[in-house]
């Protein structure tokens, strides 16, 4: 298999996926955002609480995500089990947006928006019941 222009490569999926793109961060931003509102990241550390908010607000994805991932100490296990599947999601919309992997084609990038989408759906519908 031959490298592609990841860059080139990055800029067409983000341009022919933008709509999927736009949904996917909405959601992601939003549900990171329950996440963080229902931790006990606020009583850990209120400064990267209140930091966590201001990107999920802000819409800054990769800063939320830098966050949650890195404050993985204030999610237990049972309970915020939609942690990881948020920070699954996260990753996959990060491959399918981005431009470090030097093989992935435009088909995987559109398996990778759609992985990232339906670990959402089944994430957060699974915490709702």
Known sequence: MN??????????????F????????????????QIVEQSHLRVIDTETFQE????ADGGDLQGLFR????????FGTER????????????FH?????GNWPYITLDDRFKYLQWS????????????S
């Not at 989408?117 to 709702?128: V, Y």
């Open 117 to 128: 989408t339906q670990m959402i759906e089944e994430t957060f519908a699974a915490r709702a």
């Open 3 to 16: 490298k592609l222009n990841q860059v080139e490569q990055s800029a067409q999926a983000n341009q022919l």
């Open 67 to 74: 966050i949650l991932r890195s404050s993985h100490h204030a």
């Open 52 to 55: 966590a908010l201001v990107c």
């Open 80 to 91: 915020y089990s939609c942690f990881w599947g948020w920070i699954d999601a996260a990753g």
């Open 18 to 33: 933008r709509e999927s793109i736009a949904a996917g961060k909405r959601s992601l931003l939003a549900y990171g955002k």
């Open 94 to 98: 990060f491959d399918a947006t981005g």
